[in-house]
């Protein structure tokens, strides 16, 4: 991928809160009009390593570009240029949606107010709503207004952090799809969940554990280079042997999903040497693709290994 083609481009970020090394030598390169999703354990670093990279906090380390500016010397540039959605919803309960669009817009000293906050309205599908205040909206309507709210300015670059949790299916669904169409246009996202099924929907994935990154790449390379190995059982009992199961050695984890179970393992002989004595009837044990859970959560264990 050439320079042009990035949207960040930067190497060796790196924070710390009083001793606590939160990001730690993050070097990390996002596609233009990509959407990339951001995984990793609770507390790893995702919206720290996010912060940094659009402007909104200082790292205490690191160079390049984002947006095609120094992302450090140029922070307040990028941060013109990027939309932020935050976890918890920062609009106004007692005003209602189309007031909020308004205020926003103000805020940011925009220009055609009217015409920019009708264009959200519609596009979100929020204009038979526009009268209704924001407090009384469901979390799936609250989440697209705020989405709508901050790209009134027409950003370059989207920051969401964890735009749907708690949202229903279908809403989430409505939401990917405006994301989806916002990347089609050219804006380049980067969204942190913890949700695999909206992992799944991105273009790119990095895994980050204890401020490190550990996997990159698209869904297939994310998988791929995992190195794991996967078996599923089926048949009466397979999803109970799991706990067993999980502390012979080669295997790195064994998780029910459903009634059936899986199990996983970098290294294939002592994987098969350990599910051996269960490979009889009424089980049947088939080799399957490794999940993306299954490679984050054999990610999460490995990680928790070393830097704890
Ligand atoms: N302003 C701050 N002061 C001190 N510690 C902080 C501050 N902001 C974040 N941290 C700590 O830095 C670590 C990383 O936090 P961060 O919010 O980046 O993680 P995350 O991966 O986004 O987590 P989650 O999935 O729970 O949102 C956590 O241990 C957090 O407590």
Redesign the pocket.
């Known amino acids: 991928m050439s320079a042009a083609d990035l949207a960040v481009d930067v190497r060796g970020l790196d ?1 710390s ?2 001793d ?1 090394h ?2 730690q030598d993050l070097t990390i390169q996002v596609g233009a009009g990509k959407i990339t999703g ?1 995984l ?12 940094m990279l659009c402007g909104l906090l200082t790292p205490d380390d690191g160079e390049g570009t984002v947006l095609g500016l120094d992302f450090r010397r140029r922070a307040e540039a990028v941060k013109r240029q990027t939309g932020y959605m935050t ?1 918890k919803f920062s609009l106004y309960e007692d005003l209602s949606i189309r007031e909020n669009l308004d205020f926003t817009a103000r805020i940011y000293g925009l220009d055609r107010r009217r015409k920019r906050v009708d264009e959200a309205l519609d596009r979100l599908g929020l204009a038979n709503r526009q009268k209704q205040l924001a407090g009384s909206l469901s979390g799936g309507w609250k989440q697209r207004l705020a989405l709508a709210a901050c790209v009134l300015h027409e950003p370059r670059l989207l920051l969401l ?2 735009p749907t949790a708690g949202v229903d299916p279908q809403a989430r669904r409505e939401f990917w799809d405006e994301i989806h169409a916002l990347s089609a246009e050219g804006l380049t996202v980067m969204v ?1 969940t ?1 949700y695999m099924d909206e992992a799944e929907r991105c273009h790119d994935i990095a895994y ?1 554990a204890y ?1 490190k990154l550990m996997a990159r790449g698209t869904l297939g390379e994310v998988i791929g280079q995992s190195g794991l190995t996967t078996f599923r059982a089926e048949g009466p009992g397979a999803d109970r042997l799991g706990r067993e199961l999980a502390r012979a050695p080669g295997v790195a984890m064994a998780a029910p999903f459903g009634a059936a179970l899986h199990v996983s393992g970098q290294d294939r002989a002592a994987l098969e040497a350990a599910i051996a004595p269960y490979r009889k009837p009424p089980l049947t044990w088939t080799e399957v693709s490794p999940t993306l859970e299954d490679v984050f959560i054999q990610l999460m264990a490995s990680s928790k290994d070393n830097f704890q």
């Open positions: 924070k809160y009083g606590k939160v990001v951001f990793g354990p609770n507390g790893s670093g995702k919206t720290t390593t996010l912060r976890q952090d964890e942190s913890h980050i401020g």
